[in-house]
């Protein structure tokens, strides 16, 4: 059910992409959030007095780029502020492995996640509220279920907070990950979920990928969602999601979008870049980059770990599947088949600045294959001077 990414939705979709040289200082990068957002949105979903809840991605207390840059979060929030946003309120649950929550057992904080890694003094003093669903209790989640059918058995449970907003912004960062192979903006969806959905998610792993990309076809994130925006000055291009090799490239990329499936071509296309460019090879073996080996067998260890050997002994398993190219991801694949094909992405540089080997790589590895498609265009800068 994985779907074809040869198979082009003949839609196109803008992508924003501001260029930082590295060693910017931090007031540069909130300014290239601006100008991306700006550039990605019009904005004219936002009404004076909406509210927005701004997801990052703080799966553990590490530091940017293993989490979101807390620079995307204090751009974001200033601007959506300025917008004439009435609330602004910033939260994620992190992995089971530093937050755990059932209905007798209550292990790790969110909040104590959050101010080791930047993310919760980002929010605050950028004028926004944070909000940990844990310390909501178990209970403060409702069930939701996919726009299309799914290989998910039960019902997925979304924190109550999603109920009570108007508007979704999402802030991931670009990053490999041991299991699913990559951690972009469809992945960062993990982190909505209460942990019996991520129980079921990792358990019956048979269809892990296509199970993390439809999470994102869930209709409160379909209804709400309105940007996609990373900081990805620095790339964490091995193992992940919690540690691994930090390219730091020069330019970094800001890179945004309303169209989540962009941004993820995108945005894959920019780790590929830092894999092949910026990596050195004694990083690229079995040991520093353990997706490449059996990150199937890897998720049932996981899944022991965390849930039991119960949990461990009816656990599926799944194959390697290399991502050398967006055309191999099948988490995006799967959204793919499940929005009708891939969008054609339009690159807008917002700064004119972008380097032109850059511009072609990922324009290059943007494109699905398999058929006679439209180019990829790098729209001006001065277009979008609005």
Do not use: C
């Not at 082009?8 to 991306?36: L, T, Y």
């Not at 550039?39 to 701004?54: E, P, Q």
């Not at 960062?173 to 041991?178: F, I, L």
């Not at 299991?179 to 982190?191: D, F, I, M, N, S």
């Amino acid at each position: 059910m994985t779907g074809s990414l040869s198979e082009f939705s003949g839609s196109s979709e803008q992508v924003a992409i501001g260029v930082v040289p590295k060693g910017s200082n931090e007031e540069s990068v909130v300014a290239a959030v601006r100008r991306v957002a700006e550039a990605a949105t019009d904005f004219t979903w936002l009404s004076r007095g909406d509210s927005v809840f701004i997801k990052p991605v703080a799966n553990s207390a590490n530091r940017y780029p293993a989490t979101t840059s807390p620079l995307a979060v204090r751009g974001m929030v200033r601007l959506l502020i300025e917008k004439g946003a009435g609330r602004v309120i910033v939260g994620d649950k992190p992995g089971v492995q530093s937050v755990y929550q059932d209905k007798g057992i209550q292990k790790g904080s969110s909040r104590d996640v959050f101010l080791r890694n930047g993310l919760h003094h980002a929010a605050l003093e950028s004028g926004a509220e944070v909000h940990y669903f844990e310390e909501a209790g178990f209970d403060a989640f409702f069930p939701d279920r996919t726009e299309h059918l799914s290989h998910w058995k039960g019902e997925l449970f979304f924190p109550n907070i999603l109920k009570q907003v108007d508007h979704i912004v999402l802030l991931p960062r670009v990053s490999r990950h041991a299991l699913a192979g990559v951690t972009l903006g469809l992945k960062a969806a993990v982190g909505w979920l209460r942990d019996d959905s991520r129980l079921e998610l990792h358990r019956d792993a048979a269809s892990f990928f296509e199970k993390a990309a439809e999470i994102n076809d869930a209709k409160v994130l379909r209804n709400k969602s309105r940007l996609v925006l990373s900081v990805a000055t620095k790339v964490q291009t091995t193992f992940g999601p919690d540690r691994g090799f930090t390219s730091e490239p020069d330019p970094g990329l800001v890179v945004g979008s309303e169209s989540l499936l962009a941004h993820e071509v995108v945005s894959l296309g920019w780790l590929l870049w830092n894999r092949e460019h910026h990596t050195p090879s004694q990083h690229l073996n079995w040991f520093h980059d353990p997706h490449i080996t059996y990150p199937g067998l890897m998720n049932r260890i996981f899944v022991g770990l965390i849930w039991g050997a119960k949990a461990f002994l009816s656990a599926e398993t799944y194959n390697r599947i290399p991502i050398r190219s967006v055309q191999a991801n099948p988490v995006i694949s799967r959204a793919s088949a499940l929005w009708g094909g891939i969008p054609r992405t339009e690159l807008i540089d917002v700064n004119g600045t972008l380097p032109e080997s850059i511009a072609h790589f990922l324009k290059e590895n943007t494109a699905p294959r398999g058929g006679a498609l439209p180019s990829t265009p790098i729209l001006p800068a001065k277009a979008f001077d609005t």
